[in-house]
Nanobody, 127 residues
Framework: QVQLVESGGGLGQAGGSLRLSCAAS????????MGWFRQAPGEERDVVAT????????YYVDSVKGRFTISRDNAKNTVYLQMNNLKPEDTAVYYC????????????????????WGQGTQVTVSS
């Protein structure tokens, strides 16, 4: 079992940047698919970006393509979400998620595919 702790959220301005980090416990981080999801008030939790356990294959929701970048540092047990050109509609609680599945080489796409979740970090983008 892995524990995930997000950091880096806060207040950003439209057009600005923020970087989220998610630190994972344990020694098997390199076996985990990782992902970032977000949930705005009154809405469902939706995928933002995911990265596979091998080859760092990535998936992005269309609304963040070209603006957000997911990356991982297995030596530091950390996954990042670099968010550039922020928009007010990016305002949400952002969650880090993890899943062990070495049979799957593609980046996962759905919340139900992930087993472990962080507590979330608030991102608020002002216009």
């Amino acid at each position: 079992q892995v524990q995930l702790v997000e950091s880096g959220g806060g207040l950003g301005q439209a057009g600005g940047s923020l970087r989220l980090s998610c630190a994972a416990s344990g020694s098997t981080f390199h076996n985990y698919h990782m992902g970032w999801f977000r949930q705005a008030p009154g809405e469902e939790r939706d995928v933002v970006a995911t990265i596979s356990w091998i080859d760092s294959n990535t998936y992005y929701v269309d609304s963040v393509k070209g603006r957000f970048t997911i990356s991982r540092d297995n030596a530091k047990n950390t996954v990042y979400l670099q968010m550039n050109n922020l928009k007010p509609e990016d305002t949400a609680v952002y969650y880090c998620a993890g899943k062990i599945d070495r049979t799957q080489l593609r980046a996962l796409m759905w919340a139900h595919e992930f087993d472990y979740w962080g507590q979330g970090t608030q991102v608020t983008v002002s216009s």
